[in-house]
Structures are given as structure tokens and as C-alpha cells.
């Protein structure tokens, strides 16, 4: 069958990077866990049969559920279609704002929702995710004039995947999501980078700072007690060469594509820790 990949642009994806994490990737495993999943550039690499997703972006894990339902993943490909028809800088605000209202916003049905999430990622500046304090989406629009809202093939083949198999969605923190994990399972982790210098960290409106690199640790040591196959990538940061010091740290080079102000692009020393 064919390989999905991700249907998203996300902030720090790992599809640049994937042939070197997949190297340190364990021969065998039961259940795969992924508790930051953003666009899951290694998770449809991998294609395990068996899974468990989840991300604190609720409009994101939104879309993955959506694509486990024949109806509603239909309906959301009709959206599709129509708004890469009506594609302009007006339109693009007039469904960007939608979120302004809450109270309306909410009765909009999951498949338009799902729709209008992976439109404005097509159409926004750089397939950012980014929300202001009153959890509005906030990017602006990237005025190309053409704009493959969506790979259509690719959509198929996600959605097939995702029916196919055994593959739990769930949207909480990563914290309640690891509980779940036993001995013999492989998480595979890649949270928000930890930050030298103030960079972009806010993928939703809760951000994800030293105090939650720090907790992210303990759960990872935890996994590590229970004997569960973890894997973890991060920046190269002093805080994350020191929590994590205990087990095997990899360094490797990776190229970073999404940067806050478009600037930035360069090499990056990335770190992959496993405890196997
Ligand atoms: C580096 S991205 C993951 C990228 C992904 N591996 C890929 O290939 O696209 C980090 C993700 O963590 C999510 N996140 C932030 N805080 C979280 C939390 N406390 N629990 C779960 N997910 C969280 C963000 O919404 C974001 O999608």
C-alpha cells in the first residue's frame, strides 16, 4: 500500500529529519505512542498498525478524527474542493475569522471545521499555527494565488491508514496520554523545542516552557522504570543535555524550516535520546 504522509505544515515537522531518526528507531515494538503528534511525520513513516496519537491542538486532532469517518471525511473533501476554488485574500480572513464569535464558531460542524483547519495551513504565511491570547487564529494569509488547499491523494491514503488500522485519537497532555504505555510499547516524543534564545514556542495557547521540559523528563524517566522503548528529540540545549543525561543522547544536524519571522533558516544541532 501506499505510504501517507502528513497532511499538514507543521512548526518543527519531522520530515527533513526522518531518515536519521528512523535509524534509531527500536527492530520491534507492540504499540506505538505518540504523544505530540503535530503533522506525525514519523508515525506515517512508520504506518504502525497499532497507536495511539494525541496533541494538545484540539482544531488538529479535530482533523484526524474526522478522517476516520467515511461521511464526514467526504464532506470535509467537498469543503476542500470549494475553498480551493474560492481561494483570495478575503476569503481566506472571512474563514479565519469564524473563530472570533465563539458561540457560532462551536456549532460548526466537525467536518468544517476540519476543513477550514487544513485550508488556512495551505494558505496561511508559512503553515504556521499560531493563536493570540483569546485562542483566535491569528496568521496571516501567505498571498500566493494558487493554492493546493489539499493533496487529494494523499488524503485517501491517510484516510484509509487510519481505518485500516488499530490507531487511538486522543487530545489531552501528553502527560495523561504516556500513562497508558507499557513495557514492550515505543513512545516516540518531539515536543516544543527548548529555547536558548526566545524563538516560536506557541502552538497553542498554553506554552510549553522549561518547567514543562523539566516534567516531560520525569514522565520520560517513568517510561524508562516501566519498560517502555522511548525516543525523544529536542534542540541541543544545556537543560536538555542535563535532564536527560542519563541516557543515550545522539547528536545530529537538522535544517529548520518554520521560524517566527521567516528568518533564521539554518542548521540547528538537534538532539535524539533513546533509552535502549
Ligand atoms: C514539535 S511539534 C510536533 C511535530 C511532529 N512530530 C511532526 O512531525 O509534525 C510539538 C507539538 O506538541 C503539541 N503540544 C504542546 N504542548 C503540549 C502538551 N502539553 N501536550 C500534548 N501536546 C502538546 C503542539 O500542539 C505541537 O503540535
Redesign the pocket.
Known sequence: MIKAK?FVK??????QIIKELMKYVPEDYNCYY?????????FFELAPKCAVI????SE?MNVYNVMCDEDKYSKMCRLLNSYEVKNCEEFYYELRNKDRDKEKFNKLSDYAKAARTIYLNKACFNGLYRVNSKGEFNVPYNKKTKVNTYDKENLLVVHMYLNMNDVKILNT??EETLKLAKKGDFVYI????DQINSSFTS??E?G?GKN?QKRLARVYKELDERGVKVMLSNHNTPLINELYKDFNIHIIEAKRNINSKGTGRGKVEEVIVTNY
Open positions: 502528513p507543521w512548526a518543527g515537522g519531522k520530515r505518540e504523544p505530540f503528534i503535530g503533522g506525525g511525520a514519523l494525541n496533541d494538545s491542538n488538529l497532555d501528553f518531539d515536543p516544543p523545542y502552538y497553542t498554553e510549553f514543562e
